[in-house]
């Protein structure tokens, strides 16, 4: 067990005393020995026991552009790293980063300070918690990017924004960007393919993320025919990243599985994005290019899986001046 758990609150009961679990937003009460729904944190006689706390379930290194921040560092190289659990009921039963392997050797284990030093060593300009939800790993996550943020590094998270408001402000100072797995914009949606208590606490994790710390967010979404693909439910979604992220937030619009009506549902949300005045969409073919959205000039080239910045002055379009908005330092931007 750690000594430096935060996000958990020793309460009395009329069996004895439980520990709530505030880094994810299920609240876990777990009495000593229980496990929460994450399957990674147990109940203690004195708080938390974390069974996934330095044991790295995948780590590469990449693009940052992999993990679908295209306006965020473009053209970098970042150490991607995760451990094991999910907050959401849908990633738990099939998530590839959901159990512990119950076969010791197949556990591998980096401390954080090696994680961050390791990132440093192969060059790379950054670190991104990328596999695994970095709510359940909060400890591991709040260490490495405290000492990543040390090292000059830029630091973010993929996330389906399941923490805490009280996690996310112990790692607000050290988080530069996050990528957001946003899976729909109703209750309903949510209970599918999803499944956390409030849906519109996600949002209020994105919002909080840029108002209060100043952060770089890109929204995904992958289309479900039939699920979330409601034209209402899409344009309440578009207008809320437009009103509450700001038109230039990145919208990476994806299908969530085959077939030629979730290719259709597809098209339909980017051109509903477009005309409702987002300024960057995405879909999931190659080579796509950013263009600057009032004079049209390329900005970014993405060619057979490189970056380049070709019509940029600092953050701004060469050709009009226009501010694009793109995430260029570490230094944060209020």
Not at 128 to 140: D, K, L, M, T
Not at 246 to 271: C, I, K, N, Q, Y
Request: proline share 4%; net charge negative; glycine share 12%.
């Amino acid at each position: 067990m750690l000594n430096d758990i935060e996000l958990a609150d020793l309460v009395a009961s009329g069996n004895g005393v439980t520990t709530v679990c505030r880094a994810c937003q299920w609240r876990c009460a777990l009495a000593p020995g229980e496990i929460g729904r994450c399957l990674v944190r147990v109940g203690a006689d004195t708080g938390l026991t974390l069974l996934n706390h330095g044991l790295i379930a995948g780590a590469s290194i990449g693009p940052i552009e992999d993990h679908r921040l295209w306006h965020f560092f473009p053209d970098s190289l970042a150490l991607a790293i995760g451990g094991w659990g999910y907050a959401t009921v849908a990633d738990q039963g099939r998530g590839p980063y959901g159990s512990i392997p119950e076969d010791p050797t197949k556990r591998r284990r980096l401390d954080a300070d090696r994680a961050a030093n390791f990132a440093l060593e192969r060059l790379c300009r950054g670190v991104i918690w990328a596999y695994g939800e970095p709510a359940v790993n909060h400890e591991y996550v709040r260490g490495l990017l405290q000492l990543s943020r040390a090292a000059s590094r830029y630091t973010a998270i993929a996330t389906t924004g399941a923490m805490t408001e009280e996690a996310l402000d112990q790692i607000g100072h050290y988080l530069d960007g996050l990528s957001l797995d946003l899976r729909g914009f109703s209750e309903t949606s949510y209970a599918r393919l999803g499944g956390l208590p409030d849906w519109r606490g996600v949002l209020a994790i994105a919002e909080r993320a840029i108002s209060r710390w100043g952060c770089h967010v890109e929204v995904t979404t992958r289309v479900h025919h039939g699920v979330n693909d409601d034209p209402e439910e899409l344009r309440a979604m578009i207008s809320w990243i437009k009103e509450a992220l700001g038109e230039h937030t990145p919208w990476h619009v994806l299908p969530g599985d085959a077939g030629s009506e979730t290719a259709s549902s597809t098209m339909r949300a980017r051109r509903l994005g477009h005309e409702l005045g987002l300024h960057y969409i995405y879909g999931a073919e190659p080579n796509q290019q950013t263009r600057c959205p009032i004079c049209h000039q390329t900005l970014i080239t993405r060619t057979n899986g490189v970056t380049r910045l070709t019509g940029l002055t600092g953050t701004a379009c060469t050709s009009c001046g226009h501010e694009t908005q793109l995430h260029l330092s570490i230094f944060k931007q209020r």
